[in-house]
DNA sequence: GCCACCGGTGGC
DNA sequence: GCCACCGGTGGC
């Protein structure tokens, strides 16, 4: 047991966990617990490891001393999930919620930059980390099969995807491509332009995880102002029906109010 | 300057 | 009272 690294199965492939036993002082025979990322760097607390996973890997149920998940926190916090904002205690949507929330900002977890302009400061940049985050190729396969369906439980209507776009890779599925595309958008800051061209003739060592599994392409300032368009409309078509269901709401209201 | 190691303490 | 977390430092 004592100073020798192990493999840990609740963490990626390549982590390791040590137990050093305390030889000497008023702690002796206690003992610390380290891990070990695949490339050698020391980590010796939870909140540590948290923050230099992110969001690759789930941690919440992650016990720091044995290297095990636990179940027993595994409750409380699909208790919470229950009670986020936008949906009622009884488990059906919330159609009240004051204020409109990106839905999507909860879906994918996103970094925070801080911008400090303090001179004394100092900013810790950790390069180990970008490299290390574990990327699979083709996971759009494993949501191959799965709907979104709306509150009735209808399942909704994909979204199509503008023609041309042609799907790279082991699934040549429409829906693979969308749901590469959405998550490229989310996750990086740089512009999202496809595979290339070496890609294409063999996307098991080409393809780059950046980027959507489909055939580069590029998008003209013509499809930018259609868009833009298409945007407007909807946004335009969501404030008359809002606002429809606003009057009507009052209308309600002061019905209800005269009654009595 | 680095880091293995132990002490101190805040939160439970 | 326990212990997770992290500060501090002695030895290299």
Redesign the pocket.
């Known amino acids: 047991m004592e100073?020798r690294r192990t493999d840990c199965p609740a963490l990626p492939a390549g982590w390791k966990k040590e137990e050093?036993?305390?030889?000497?002082?008023?702690?002796?025979g206690?003992s610390?617990?380290?891990y070990y990322s695949p490339s050698g760097k020391?980590f010796?607390?939870?909140?540590?490891?948290v923050r230099f996973l992110g969001s690759s890997v789930d941690l919440s149920c992650f016990?720091?001393?044995t290297g095990k998940m636990t179940s027993g926190k595994l409750h409380k916090n699909k208790q919470r999930a229950r009670h986020e904002p936008g949906v009622s205690k009884s488990g059906k949507p919330d159609l009240n919620t004051a204020l409109p929330i990106r839905q999507t900002a909860s879906i994918f977890k996103q970094p925070v930059t801080k911008v400090t302009s303090h001179p004394g400061n100092k900013v810790k940049s950790d390069q180990q980390r970008a490299s290390e985050q574990p990327r699979q190729l083709f996971w759009e396969k494993r949501l191959k099969g799965l709907r979104s369906s709306d509150v009735s439980q209808e399942q909704m209507r994909s979204m199509d995807l503008p023609t041309g776009l042609q799907c790279i890779g082991p699934d040549p599925s429409q829906d693979c491509l969308l749901w590469a595309i959405a998550s490229a958008l989310h996750l990086s800051s740089g512009p999202i332009s496809g595979q290339s061209s070496s890609a294409e003739k063999n996307p098991a060592v080409w393809t780059n995880s950046n980027q959507p599994p489909c055939r580069g392409f590029t998008v003209s300032e013509q499809q930018i102002r259609d868009q833009e368009q298409v945007v407007n409309q909807v946004r335009r078509s969501l404030e008359e029906a809002l606002s429809a269901d606003f009057m009507a709401r009052n209308a309600e209201h002061t019905k209800v109010r005269k009654k009595r």
Do not use: T
């Open positions: 100073k050093v036993i305390r030889k000497s002082g008023l702690s002796a206690k610390d617990v380290y020391k010796r607390s939870k909140p540590q490891l016990d720091f001393r």
